[in-house]
């Protein structure tokens, strides 16, 4: 069994930075891909960032370019995601994902709460 476990959410002030761990617990595994997903209240969930465990290609939403940063550290077959300029529209709960045997993420984490003050 597959599990992520994300760490490093929590309060900050607006313009502020966080940074976010995702690593998996249990048996390792060899993913196509790894991104990050968030949920604001009442809100759908939507993609973050994303990168591709083989080749490093990374994505990004509009509204996240130029202030976050996703990267992976192969040894440890973790995720980050480097988090600056934050604004109080990133309050969310912050999700990791990882896509197993193919291109859907097809494993989550329970989610870490980001929270950006005004």
């Known amino acids: 069994q597959v599990q992520l476990v994300e760490s490093g959410g929590g309060l900050v002030q607006a313009g502020g930075s966080l940074r976010l761990s995702c690593a998996p617990s249990?048996?390792?595994?060899?993913?196509?891909?790894m991104g990050w997903f968030r949920q604001a209240p009442g809100k759908d969930r939507e993609f973050v960032a994303a990168i591709r465990w083989s080749g490093g290609s990374t994505y990004y939403a509009d509204s996240v370019k130029g202030r976050f940063t996703i990267s992976r550290d192969n040894a440890k077959n973790t995720v980050y995601l480097q988090m600056n300029s934050l604004k109080p529209e990133d309050t969310a709960v912050y999700y990791c994902?990882?896509?197993?045997?193919?291109?859907?993420?097809?494993?989550w984490g329970q989610g870490t709460q980001v929270t950006v003050s005004s």
């Open positions: 994902a990882a896509a197993v045997g193919g291109s859907n993420y097809n494993y």
């Open positions: 249990g048996r390792t595994f060899s993913s196509y891909a």
